[in-house]
Nanobody, 118 residues
């Protein structure tokens, strides 16, 4: 079993930055695709970014050039650096661990709220 705990959310003005963190309870980055998803009120959960065990990354078009996903293997921690935040980035952000191969269920964190407002 793996626990994922997000932190770093909050209220921020448009144009500012936040960094989200996701601490995993054990070392899993070599066997899981680690991702950030978000869900805004009334909308479906969507992929924001993910990073594979070999370090390949993927971003949603809406965040390319503004958000950066990274990880610290020694700390078992995943990050999402969010720059130039906009009101449409307001959502609950979730950390996800998808096993490779996909023979088991994903793990999800509890979510952290990001609100972008002036």
């Amino acid at each position: 079993q793996v626990q994922l705990v997000e932190s770093g959310g909050g209220l921020v003005q448009p144009g500012r930055s936040l960094r989200l963190s996701c601490a995993a309870s054990k070392s899993i980055f070599d066997a899981y695709i680690m991702g950030w998803y978000r869900q805004a009120p009334g909308k479906q959960r969507e992929l924001v970014a993910h990073i594979t065990p070999v370090g390949s990354t993927k971003y949603a078009d809406s965040v390319k050039g503004r958000f950066t996903i990274s990880r610290d293997n020694a700390k078992n921690t995943l990050y999402l650096q969010m720059n130039s935040l906009q009101p449409e980035d307001t959502a609950v952000y979730y950390c996800n661990a998808a096993p490779l191969p996909p023979l088991r269920s994903d793990y999800w964190g509890q979510g952290t709220q990001v609100t972008v407002s002036s």
